[in-house]
């Protein structure tokens, strides 16, 4: 339990510095790749608490500091209360791979702060205005919204380009569109979307 | 060198993670397109409760678990576990089965890739899959999930409380912090 708390904790850490670094320079737009960064240099510091705890277990002499936050198995937790069954569990690595695993689920909600999917726009819609037929919902989404501005993404992202008033899968945008072929036989899955 | 919790987390995660996957990649196949997110949860479930029953088979026999551990310790390692096994299927479908399954951008980038290196117009575009497919098509998962009802024609939310709406809070919390 401990390291689980510590890496719990350390990605709380990282989010926070994310969330402020964010408010100070990048307040119109996502930066993925700041909060994976930070995600990953402060996985140092669970390295460094992990192996100083490994040198408290074994016996050897540590930091007073580094000893204050680190319960023994069998007395309470930090000196307070009851001796707590999953305070020494060696989850060291689980941990590490929980750790590891936050970040790309933290980046999804994060993703979702600046992107609607169509599916939210219509639950979002019926919650504000109750009931709607086909045609009314129709009404309320335009194809600029939600066409073209997946049409116009594919293109600031380099997947697909305009030449001749048509648009045209680039090279990257064709490999991506054959992996897709690749998983659909893979999977036997109709076409989505 | 894994310490014993983590080898149980470690081999409860790796087995009931590659029976998920199989099964995805063997009976998804056969799921419609109006009952593959009940499909989605059957298939977590049915992980988890592998994942259980496995832990509990190793606790007995002490395998990997050491006879001194104590039932707390064992049940930690079952709950990290299953937490593990759900996360990697949360992200298996929300980035690579849910995008291929429902993300407009694919399927414009798959219709442009049916005629590569040709392209198409917008009105030629269009043609192969618009707004009303797109939004037909969500509304028919949205019924088929119990999302929404269908009454006289008219749609409307069966649960306020629904996945979508909570996540839709989670962003407005989120972005509150971020943008302030």
Redesign the interface.
């Known amino acids: 339990?401990f390291y689980?708390i510590t890496a719990f904790l350390l990605f709380l850490l990282a989010v926070i510095v994310h969330?402020i670094w964010?408010?100070l320079f990048f307040?119109k737009r996502l930066t993925m790749g700041s909060l994976v960064g930070l995600a990953l240099s402060f996985l140092s510091v669970y390295f460094f608490i992990a192996s100083e705890t490994e040198s408290f277990q074994r016996g050897h002499k540590i930091d007073a500091r580094s000893a204050y936050f680190i319960a023994r198995p069998d007395q309470p937790l930090l000196g307070v209360g009851l001796p707590s069954?999953?305070w020494?569990?060696?989850?060291?690595?689980?941990a590490l791979?929980?750790y590891l695993?936050?970040i790309?689920?933290y980046l999804?909600?994060?993703f979702?702060?600046?992107v609607e999917?169509?599916?939210?726009r219509?639950?979002?819609l019926?919650?504000q205005k109750?009931?709607?037929?086909?045609k009314?919902?129709?009404t309320f989404?335009?194809?600029e919204t939600?066409?073209?501005a997946?049409?116009e993404?594919?293109c600031r992202c380099g997947?697909?380009i305009i030449?001749?008033?048509?648009?045209?899968?680039s090279k990257s945008?064709?490999t991506?569109?054959?992996i897709?072929?690749i998983?659909?036989l893979?999977?036997?899955?109709?076409?989505?979307? | 060198m894994?310490?014993?919790?983590?080898q149980v987390?470690?081999v409860l995660?790796i087995i009931s993670v590659l029976l998920f996957f199989a099964a995805?990649?063997i009976f998804?196949?056969f799921f419609s397109?109006a009952t593959v997110l009940k499909g989605q949860m059957l298939f977590l479930s049915a992980g988890a409760l592998i994942n259980a029953l496995l832990g509990a088979y190793f606790f007995l026999n002490h395998i990997f678990i050491p006879p001194e551990a104590?039932w707390?310790?064992a049940l930690?390692?079952l709950i990290?576990?299953n937490?593990?096994f759900d996360?990697?299927a949360?992200?298996y479908v929300?980035?690579?089965f849910g995008?291929?399954?429902?993300?407009?951008?694919?399927?414009?980038?798959?219709e442009?890739?049916d005629v590569?290196?040709?392209?198409?117009?917008?009105e030629q575009?269009?043609a192969r899959?618009?707004?009303?497919?797109?939004?037909?098509?969500?509304?028919g998962?949205?019924l088929a999930s119990q999302?929404?009802v269908l009454?006289e024609?008219?749609?409307?939310?069966r649960n306020?409380h629904?996945f979508?709406?909570v996540?839709?809070k989670?962003?407005i919390w989120?972005?509150r912090?971020?943008?302030?």
């Open positions: 339990m689980l969330i964010c408010r307040r069954p999953f020494s569990v060696p989850l060291k690595f689980s791979l929980l695993l936050f790309p689920v999804i909600f994060y979702g702060t600046r999917s169509p599916s939210k219509i639950l979002l019926l919650g109750g009931r709607l037929s086909l009314e919902i129709l989404l335009n194809e939600v066409m073209m997946r049409l993404d594919l997947y697909a030449s001749d008033n048509k648009y045209r899968l945008g064709g991506v569109a054959r897709l072929n998983y659909q893979i999977s036997g899955r109709a076409r989505g979307g | 894994l310490s014993w919790a983590d987390v470690l995660t995805e990649l998804f196949r397109e104590r707390q310790d930690l390692c990290i576990a937490i593990i996360l990697v949360f992200l929300l980035c690579i995008p291929y399954e429902s993300s407009l951008r694919l399927r414009l980038l798959r442009l890739g590569y290196p040709e392209g198409l117009t917008r575009l269009f899959y618009n707004l009303e497919d797109v939004v037909q098509r969500r509304l998962r949205l999302e929404l009454k024609g008219k749609y409307a939310l306020p629904n979508f709406i996540s839709e989670v962003a989120l972005r912090f971020y943008v302030g």
